[in-house]
Structures are given as C-alpha cells and as structure tokens.
C-alpha cells in the first residue's frame, strides 16, 4: 500500500515594494519643491519690482556699510575769498519715452527735488604786486581784484530726494537683472545744471563782490587806512 505525502508547496517569497507608490510620493514631494521654489521667486520679484513694498520688514533685511576708507587724493592751495553762498531748490521731472512704444511697456519719469548750495568766490591770488597801490601816508589804498567768481553746484544728499519714479514693464524687468545708477546720475547732473543756471541770474557774483569790498575796508581800516577803494575786472588769461 502507497502512502502519499501531501504536496509541498514552494516557499513564499516576500512581496516587492511597491515601486509604483514610491514614485507617486517622489512626484509629490517634487512638485511641492517646485511649488515652493516658484512661490519664493514669485515673491522676490515682486518686491524687485516694488509690487510687495512689505517684504522687506517681513524677511528683516538689514543694512551694513561695506565701503572702503576714503583716500585722500590731492591738495589744492586755494586763494579764494568765499564771499556768498546760494541755496537752491529745483524740482526735476525727467521723462523718457521710446518711439511708437507706450509708455506702459517701455519708459521712465522720474520726480526728483534736488537741493543745494552755489558758491560766489574772489580770487585774491590775483590781486598782483601791481594790483595794490598805496599812498606814502599809508592812509589810502587803491586795490584792484578779478570778478567775482560762481563755483559748481553742490547738491545736498540729506535735503535732496526722489519724490516718485514711474517705470514700464521693459524698465522694470531690466531693473530686476540689473541695476542702472547712471539713472539716478541723470537726475542729480540736471538738477545741478538747473542750480547752476539760476545761481547767474541771482545776482550772487555781484553780491559777493560788495561783500568783498567791504572785508577788505574793514580790514584795512583796522590799519589805520581811511580810504579804500576797491575795483573788479576781468582776470587775466
């Protein structure tokens, strides 16, 4: 009589992991990455282009001063008698358009209120052996002096400021790539040049020339000097 033995079955094997469940998880979390990494980009250029103005305070930014020393570079021994000062407030509207283009996509206007100060100087350097005559009394003095000069506008950074600067699509995308301080230098070179221009029809030449005279009267009179004259010319080549 034969005796069976029951059928053995082959061992199991343990199940695979699931590969196809993995690779959603992968999906998941790399679409949440992208989502995040767009968001913070979306977020940068937002306040790139001054769309977010309240990032800033959220994120902390914070300024520091990496500027190097100041180097002295030359020394000028001056002779100028600085004898009035102008000061000047210009409000600069600087616009820039494209042709055929709006100014929505392509264009600048900037609103700038540029403040500074105008110098009016004589020169006594000038004021040669030649230039000073005086009597054998020692009580009379005759001077003649160059005319007054005006110096170059200097503009004041803590009283000059942009008030508004409106920029087209194109202007702000190249903005966010790179900055542009020649825009900025445009401003400050034109409200100077407009300083400078009203400065001459002030009057502040003629002004410092009578401011001279009467230094140089009050000087000498110390001296015992009771008369002084003072003339103005042009200067010599």
């Known amino acids: ?9 082959p061992p199991t094997k343990p199940a695979p992991a699931d590969d196809g469940a993995r690779g959603r998880r992968n ?3 790399g679409r949440v990455a992208a989502g995040c990494a767009a968001a913070l980009a979306l977020l940068l250029i937002g306040t790139r282009l001054s769309l977010l103005p309240g ?11 990496r500027s190097g020393p100041a180097v002295l ?13 102008g000061n000047f407030q210009v409000v600069v509207d600087l616009e820039k358009d494209t042709k055929f283009v709006p100014d929505a996509i392509r264009g600048t206007r900037t609103l700038y209120v540029g403040a500074g100060t105008v110098s009016a100087y004589v020169d006594l350097g000038q004021a040669t052996s030649g230039g000073v005559v005086v009597d054998e ?10 005319h007054a000069v005006l110096g170059k506008p200097a503009l004041d950074p803590d009283r000059s400021y942009a008030v508004s600067k409106q920029r087209g ?3 702000r995308l190249g903005d966010f ?16 040049r ?19 005279t009467a230094m140089l009267r009050g000087l000498l009179g110390s001296l015992g000097f009771e008369k002084v004259t003072v003339h103005y010319a042009a200067a010599r080549p």
């Open 55 to 65: 990032l800033g305070d959220l994120l902390g930014e914070e300024t520091h001063d």
């Open 194 to 212: 407009h300083i400078g221009e009203a400065a001459k029809e002030s009057g502040l030449a003629q002004r410092a020339e009578k401011n001279t």
């Open 73 to 85: 570079k030359s020394i000028q021994d001056m002779s100028r008698y600085e004898a009035a000062a």
């Open 177 to 192: 790539f790179s900055d542009n301080p020649g825009s900025e230098q445009a401003v400050n070179q034109l409200a100077a």
């Open 137 to 146: 009394d020692r009580t009379t003095a005759e001077i003649r002096l160059p």
């Open 169 to 171: 699509l194109l202007d």
């Open 27 to 29: 999906r998941r979390w």
């Open 1 to 9: 009589m034969t005796s069976t033995d029951p059928a053995t079955e």
